[in-house]
C-alpha cells in the first residue's frame, strides 16, 4: 500500500550540507538507506495512506502561493531509537516554521480533506509535530554513537539556510521507493 508525504525541502547550499552527511555516513557503512531509496534532504510536514493525492496537489499550490521561503537553522543532532535507528538534524522552532505548519494542517482539514492526527499539529497531545531532518536511517543500534561522532565532525552546527519549496512524494513498496508526485516554489506556487 502506498503511503503519501508532504516534504519541506531546501535551499541548495543547505541541501548539499545534508546530503554531504548523508555521502560520509554512508562512505563509512553507517546508513545508505535514504540515498539507497533516492530520498530527497527534507522536513516532514505531514504522512499517510489515507489521502486522496490531486486534492492534497491543489490544496499545496494555494498555500505555497501565499507563503515566501522559511529562515531555518539547524542547532543539534538527534536520534530515535526503533527498528529503524533515525540520526537526525534538529531545527529551531520558529515562529514562522510553526505557524506555517499550522497553516498547513488547516488547508489539509478544509480543503485537502484529511483527518489530522495529534502528531501533526503544533502543540498536540503527547507533544505534538516536532521537525528534524533524517540524516541516517536503518542505523544499527551498535553504530549508533559512532554515526552521533561522524556527524559531528562533518556538519558544522549551527548550519542555516532557507525552506524554499514543497513536495507531495509517494512511498510504495516494502524497501520504500520515493516517487514525486508534484512540488511547488514557496511564494510563488509553480511547479517545481
Keep these: 500500500m502506498s503511503r503519501y508525504s508532504i516534504e519541506l525541502y531546501f535551499d ?28 530527497r534532504p527534507h522536513i516532514t510536514l505531514f504522512s499517510s495512506p489515507f489521502v486522496d493525492p490531486s486534492r492534497l496537489e491543489h490544496a499545496l499550490k494555494g498555500l505555497c502561493a501565499k507563503q515566501e521561503p522559511l529562515p531555518i537553522t539547524f542547532f543539534a543532532i538527534g536520534s530515535y531509537s526503533s527498528e529503524k535507528n533515525v540520526l537526525f538534524l534538529v531545527p529551531k522552532p520558529s515562529v514562522q516554521l510553526l505557524q506555517f505548519q499550522e497553516r498547513l494542517c488547516d488547508v489539509l482539514r478544509k480543503e485537502g480533506g484529511v483527518e489530522l492526527g495529534e502528531e501533526f499539529r503544533v502543540g498536540g497531545s503527547g507533544g505534538g509535530w516536532a521537525p528534524w531532518c533524517a540524516v541516517g536511517e536503518e542505523v544499527s543500534k551498535g553504530r549508533m554513537g559512532e554515526g552521533f561522532c561522524v556527524l559531528r565532525e562533518v556538519v558544522k552546527l549551527p548550519v542555516s539556510g532557507y525552506c524554499m519549496d514543497i513536495g507531495l512524494v509517494e512511498l510504495e513498496g516494502p524497501g520504500l521507493t520515493v516517487r514525486e508526485v508534484c512540488s511547488f516554489v514557496l511564494g510563488n506556487g509553480i511547479d517545481g
Design 12 to 39: 541548495p547550499s543547505l541541501e548539499n550540507q545534508v546530503l554531504k552527511s548523508w555521502n560520509v555516513l554512508a562512505r563509512r557503512q553507517i546508513s545508505t538507506h535514504l540515498i539507497e531509496i533516492e530520498s
